[in-house]
Structures are given as C-alpha cells and as structure tokens.
C-alpha cells in the first residue's frame, strides 16, 4: 500500500465550478499535511498547509479527518489559472515529505 | 534572488556517463533533500541532510551520492548513468524536519536529465 494516495484523475470542470479533491494516507503517525501545487514542467509550489481545525484561503479550503486518515482540498469559483497538478504531502517529524502522485486539474472555458 | 538554486536545468547524457547536478539554498536552511519526479511524475524523496549531515537514504542505487560541503549546498553526483535514470531531480529545502511548523519545503526549478 502506497503512503500517500490520491486519485490522478484528470478532472475537468468549467470555469466558475466547484471542486474537490481527496487525499489518503496510511501512516496513523503523520503529523503535518500539505497541498503543494505544480504546474506543467515546474516545479511543486506549496499552496497551503492543512490544520486540523481546516483552514482557509480564499477560494481553497483544505480539510483534514485524522479518523479517516484523510485530506481534502476544495476550490471554490475555479478559474482558468488553476489548472495544474494538485500534490498531496504528508510528513512525520524527523523525516521528509511523502508526496502522492497528484491529481491533475484542467479548468475550461 | 531564487532561494533554492540548482544547475544545469538541462542535461542530455549517454549511458555510462557521471554527471553532477548542483544545488544551493539562500534561505537559510538546515535541511537539504533531492527528489525525483519520473516519467509519471511520482515525486519520491532520494537524500536529505540536515546540518552536512545524511540523515534520509531512501533505496537509491549507490551509484548516486549526495555530497554537501554545508548546510547551503547539496549536489549530486551520479556515475554509470542508466536509460532509466532519466528524469527531473528537484533540489530543496526545509527549515528542519524535527518540528512541524519547520516541515515547508520549498524546490529548486528542477534539472531536467536524459540518458541517451
């Protein structure tokens, strides 16, 4: 079983849409979470850390279910611009960040 | 200034080859990690060191050697390059990996190999 999971998809939503993706990981020890976002031969950027109370930025909210052992990033009002790869990290202290594969975005017109 | 620099960006190789990628870190950092990003864009964690000192070794064949001569430098060094070993290595660092607020990594731009 992979460390971190997410489903690649491609999602494609039109501009203005809603969405939501969800992020596993199998490490009860994990101790801080991240969605890192990559554009198309950059490099991964960080785009939020995710609190256990859920945290908010703008139009993204990201979500965490230690229960579950699982996050989630939404975005609100989608825009053109956001149209990337959605990276996944999850970390135990004392090591490095694991990544899922990310799942992949495309918004349209 | 970028904050995680690494050189060169490109690098087109033939089998056999060493080679080495480059990386320096003007934030001040204590830890230093290389990744690798393959043709399915898995990100997964090679090296990291923190303070010149290795403290992740993940699975790596030991044809790949990190050296880091300070806490703001991390290059890497790779000998007999392999077809398979084409991919994006990406530098970065993190403030440390003991504590969580600590655990933001921020990646160089990515050098970008092809063995041939």
């Known amino acids: 079983r992979k460390e971190v999971e997410q489903d690649p998809g491609p999602f494609n939503v039109p501009e203005g849409a809603t969405v939501a993706f969800n992020c596993t990981y199998s490490?009860?020890?994990?101790?801080?979470f991240f969605w890192y976002r990559q554009d198309c031969r950059k490099e991964p950027k960080l785009l939020m850390s995710v609190y256990s109370s859920g945290n908010e930025d703008g139009r993204f909210t990201a979500q965490l279910n230690r229960a579950s052992q699982y996050i989630s990033l939404l975005i609100r009002d989608s825009k053109l611009s956001d149209s990337a790869t959605y990276l996944c990290a999850v970390n135990i202290a004392g090591y490095a960040l694991n990544f899922g594969k990310g799942t992949s975005l495309l918004v349209t017109p | 200034d970028t904050a995680v620099s690494q050189t060169p960006k490109y690098l087109v190789t033939q089998m056999g080859n060493d080679k080495s990628i480059k990386c320096e870190q003007n934030l001040g950092h204590d830890t230093m990690y290389w990744y690798k990003q393959d043709s399915k864009k898995f990100l997964k964690i090679m090296f990291s060191y923190n303070n010149k000192e290795l403290i992740i070794n993940e699975t790596v064949p030991n044809r790949f050697s990190p050296k880091s001569p300070d806490k703001a430098h991390l290059n890497l060094h790779i000998n007999s390059l392999e077809l398979g070993d084409s991919a994006v290595y990406f530098c970065?660092?993190?403030?440390?990996?003991?504590?969580?607020?600590?655990?933001?990594?921020?990646f160089g731009e990515g050098s970008w190999l092809t063995v041939v």
């Open positions: 490490n009860s020890a994990s101790q801080s």
């Open positions: 970065a660092s993190s403030q440390s990996t003991g504590s969580l607020s600590g655990n933001t990594i921020y």
